[in-house]
């Protein structure tokens, strides 16, 4: 079946450097991809997409990279914060309502 | 706008009890969503809605019932609740678009089935 998976289920970053978040996916029909952050106790909340027909896609301080030939993106946070601290998750959306969820990746900031 | 919203917030039940949890949004959304997140796997899709008086089946539908009576709010019914549906549940919503999907979430239900 479909899987979508991140390599790893904590980072520990310095304050101030920046931080990569990885995610893969198995589906090459998959078409749209969001990562979501979780701080305790919430809901996900967006941060930034992209879509199968870029590669590349940047918001404040956040950058999405999206490699099609190994199914892999990954989500790059310049200057780590304190506040960034939280769970991210990436979703794949692969057509109609089918969007499968990472099981997410714990980031640790230190200050 | 308060987005969306979830009562209740914590809920504790014996197995086999009832109970319903409430999704409401006011951002005219016309999808709307349930689902679980347990520890160490992601989020996933209960039922879903397309528009009001449409409800379908997610990847994990068993044990659970929805209704979508009004736009603005989606319900998600356990009939007789056993240990295994103890979990964070979280409602979201998503605008009509041929474009993003992005879906806005509400602050999640814990509820504990002992």
């Known amino acids: 079946g479909e899987s979508v998976g991140l390599h790893l289920p904590t980072l520990s970053v310095q304050e101030g450097d920046n931080s990569i978040i990885n995610c893969a996916y198995s589906n090459s029909a998959s078409d749209y991809f969001i990562w979501y952050k979780q701080e305790s106790g919430k809901g996900p909340q967006f941060i930034i997409d992209i879509r199968s027909n870029m590669d590349k896609r940047q918001g404040q301080r956040v950058t999405v990279l999206l490699n099609k030939t190994v199914k892999h993106l990954s989500l790059q946070i310049a200057a780590t914060q304190p506040g960034d601290s939280a769970v991210y998750f990436c979703?794949?959306?692969?057509?109609?309502?089918?969007?499968?969820f990472g099981a997410g990746t714990r980031l640790f900031v230190k200050a | 706008n308060a987005g969306v919203t979830q009562t209740p917030k914590f809920r504790v039940l014996k197995t086999g009890q009832s109970m319903t949890l409430l999704c409401a949004q006011d951002m005219n959304h016309e999808y709307m969503y349930w689902y679980r997140q347990d520890p160490g796997m992601g989020l996933r899709l209960i039922h879903y809605?397309?528009?009001?008086?449409?409800?379908a089946k997610g990847e994990v539908p068993d044990g659970y019932n929805v209704s979508r009576l009004k736009k603005q709010n989606f319900l998600l019914g356990l009939e007789s609740a056993a240990p295994s549906q103890t979990s964070v549940y979280f409602c979201?919503?998503?605008?009509?678009?041929?474009?993003?999907?992005?879906?806005?979430f509400g602050p999640g239900t814990r509820l504990t089935v002992t």
């Open positions: 979703a794949v959306h692969t057509g109609g309502f089918k969007t499968i």
């Open positions: 809605s397309v528009g009001e008086g449409t409800t």
């Open positions: 979201a919503s998503s605008y009509v678009t041929s474009g993003s999907d992005e879906q806005y």
